[in-house]
């Protein structure tokens, strides 16, 4: 069974420490929600997991499999089945979608037989799937997209790129109900055994349409609470107050 272990994780940018003890396990077939208040740390749990070179491990352990990736390239952790949904997806100017997504593949899958023909007619189902129209394959990767088209580009990579491990960082902001019903849909379509999901959000809304397993509740960089889904209907109804007082 794949599994991703976080140990007595801690991570710092600048100097300043934003993780002080994060400690969860997933395995594949496995949903998890990582909630907490604003200025907790789950984005940042997300970019040190990808290994955003902004971020300064400074104690605990990342392993994939068993095998440690705090020392690996944000490049070997994508390899190794790894993948980051962006909060806030960056524009690449001048780099077509299609070729960015085809060179990823190809980096992340060097054995696959797949041609380039077969990846494009999959690309352009999935852009279908997602609600974005053919005309995305030949513009520049989220250059001039809308906060909602550039999440739904984000769950575009995750169908094209096959990660074993999702990361969702606040993936249901900036999408409106129908969107969001969407990409719930194609979220739960990719899961399967093989597969191991981490949410992260502040509040309960995509949770309404994928129900996780498990919860884990951030509150200054440390894990505080930790059980099923219960949990997030509970701060749906009474916030995180009853959380840093427990």
């Known amino acids: 069974m794949t599994t991703l272990e976080v140990k007595n994780l801690a991570a710092s940018i600048n100097g300043k420490q934003i993780l002080k003890d994060v400690s969860f396990t ?10 907490g208040p604003n200025g907790a740390g789950k984005s940042t749990l997300g970019y040190v997991l990808i290994g955003h070179p902004d971020y300064v491990v400074t104690h605990g352990s990342i392993k994939l499999d068993g095998v440690e990736l705090v020392d690996k390239l944000p490049e070997e952790r994508a390899k190794a089945g790894l993948f980051l949904a962006y909060q806030t997806p960056v524009a690449v100017q001048g780099v077509k979608l299609s070729t960015f997504l085809r060179m990823a593949y190809n980096q992340l899958h060097p054995d696959s037989k797949m041609k380039i023909q077969d990846f494009y007619d999959e690309l352009k189902r999935n852009l279908n799937k997602v609600g974005l129209d053919e005309t995305f394959m030949s513009r520049s990767v989220n250059e001039g997209f809308s906060g909602g088209e550039r999440k739904r580009v984000e769950i575009l990579q995750m169908m094209m790129l096959k990660p074993r491990f999702v990361i969702l960082d606040e993936i249901d902001s900036g999408l409106d109900v129908d969107a969001l019903k969407m990409v719930a ?15 992260i959000t502040h509040y309960q809304r995509i949770l309404k349409n994928i129900e996780p397993g498990f919860v884990h509740i951030l509150v200054d960089g440390k894990v505080v609470m930790e059980g099923g889904n219960d949990i997030s209907l509970r701060i749906e109804e009474d916030g995180y107050d009853w959380i840093r007082g427990a």
Do not use: N
């Open 185 to 199: 849909e194609e979220i739960k379509k990719y899961f399967s055994d093989q597969v191991g999901f981490l949410i």
């Open 26 to 35: 997933m395995h594949g077939g496995e949903i998890h929600a990582l909630m």
